[in-house]
């Protein structure tokens, strides 16, 4: 068996046998969130209590304005996101989980009728198939058929993580957004500790380097993504901190748009955002990044990143943009206040 077959079936024992619910983890890794969006907790008292006990995210990855998407969760698990994406991408819009774990999907099957009846819709909108993230041709996902790609602390577990965003940007529609949290770490992690079964469960052995993640969007032609929030995660387990406590890890919120129109700097050309108001769930404030806070009517200055973000995306018809790429100012000093998490550099050029 090679080294990435091995790491999988890992992953698959660690979730599917070793893990009986969240109370069984040893880090917060895969339970450090945002605070959760009440439009979303409320969702989740609807969703049956043993689909939650088998979750193991690390944040909230849903992003607004989903109704009549189809939406894709990588790593499904025992379907919590998908249930709460049903909801909110309504009766015309459709949700497929993607599992390795045959254990995890057969909680996540087992509940389809009960949140079909729950929501009032007349047929399911969500379906689960077993299959790989890093090969999802195979699971009979065609190319730019999806509008928006979640995952919920899963990529940092795939042992060919240049595969899985090639994947992504391939089924993604044009202007399609990945939306997605996971681990990420300040530095390389060593192999010996990337091979760990214990590390690689608990979201750590895989976390990806900042730095590298970057670079891998970088050579499949996506140049800026943005954060949306980050947090550290601690390491409760005395065994881990003996193993990894000389790196840091953190729960990052990212999203990006399969557009072909981002520059790999952010430049100035003396564009304004106006937010209208009009996406249901944000009728004051839009946040598109952990810098980038829109308030309802009033002018911010963006760059041209910024503005195609939001004209050629799903986003387009709740923004008024003024100003076009005729006239170039130079770089637009677009950083978020603070310190990034490596504790250094960028995170990706608005970020």
């Given amino acids: 068996m090679d080294e990435q077959s091995l790491t999988l079936e890992h992953v698959k024992e660690y979730y599917g046998k070793v893990l009986g619910s969240q109370k069984d983890l040893k880090t917060s890794a895969c339970c450090t969130a945002d605070?959760?969006?009440?439009?979303?907790?409320?969702?989740?008292?609807?969703?049956?209590?043993?689909?939650?006990?088998?979750?193991?995210?690390?944040?909230?990855?849903?992003?607004?304005?989903?109704?009549?998407?189809?939406?894709?969760?990588?790593?499904?698990?025992?379907?919590?996101?998908?249930?709460?994406?049903?909801?909110?991408?309504?009766?015309?819009?459709?949700?497929?989980?993607i599992d390795m774990t045959e254990e995890?999907?057969?909680?996540?099957?087992r509940y389809i009728g009960y949140h079909t009846e729950k929501f009032g819709y007349r047929s399911p909108n969500v379906c689960f198939r077993q299959g790989y993230i890093e090969d999802l041709e195979s699971s009979g996902i065609p190319s730019a058929s999806v509008d928006v790609v979640i995952s919920n602390c899963v990529l940092n577990l795939s042992p060919n993580k240049n595969r899985v965003f090639s994947e992504i940007f391939r089924v993604l529609k044009p202007g399609g957004e990945l939306y997605f949290s996971d681990v990420f770490s300040s530095r390389r992690i060593p192999k010996h500790l990337a091979s760990d079964s214990i590390l690689l469960?608990?979201?750590?052995?895989?976390?990806?380097?900042?730095?590298?993640?970057?670079?891998?969007?970088?050579?499949?032609?996506?140049?800026?993504?943005?954060?949306?929030?980050?947090?550290?995660?601690?390491?409760?387990?005395?065994?881990?901190?003996?193993?990894?406590?000389m790196i840091d890890f953190y729960s990052i919120t990212i999203r990006a748009f399969n557009l072909e129109t981002l520059e790999d700097r952010c430049e100035d050309y003396g564009q304004v955002a106006y937010y209208l108001g009009t996406v249901p769930e944000c009728p004051h404030t839009f946040v598109l990044d952990n810098h980038h806070v829109f308030k309802t009517g009033m002018p911010l200055l963006i760059c041209s990143n910024t503005a195609n973000m939001l004209t050629e995306s799903r986003f387009k018809p709740h923004f008024k943009v003024i100003g076009d790429t005729s006239t170039h100012y130079g770089l637009f000093d677009c950083a978020p206040k603070g310190v990034t998490p490596t504790g250094g550099g960028t995170v990706g050029a608005c970020c």
């Avoid at 998407?69 to 459709?94: I, M, N, Q």
């Avoid at 995890?104 to 099957?109: E, F, I, R």
């Avoid at 469960?201 to 980050?230: H, M, N, W």
Wanted: proline share 5%; aromatic share 6%.
């Fill in 104 to 109: 995890q999907l057969k909680v996540a099957s």
């Fill in 201 to 245: 469960g608990e979201c750590l052995g895989g976390a990806l380097y900042t730095e590298d993640f970057r670079r891998i969007l970088y050579k499949i032609g996506i140049p800026d993504y943005r954060v949306v929030s980050q947090s550290t995660i601690t390491l409760n387990d005395n065994g881990i901190v003996a193993k990894a406590g």
């Fill in 35 to 97: 605070a959760m969006p009440e439009r979303i907790s409320d969702i989740l008292r609807e969703i049956h209590p043993e689909v939650r006990e088998r979750f193991y995210g690390c944040g909230s990855p849903i992003p607004p304005l989903l109704a009549g998407c189809t939406v894709l969760d990588l790593g499904c698990g025992s379907g919590r996101d998908c249930f709460v994406l049903s909801k909110l991408v309504g009766e015309g819009g459709s949700v497929i989980g």
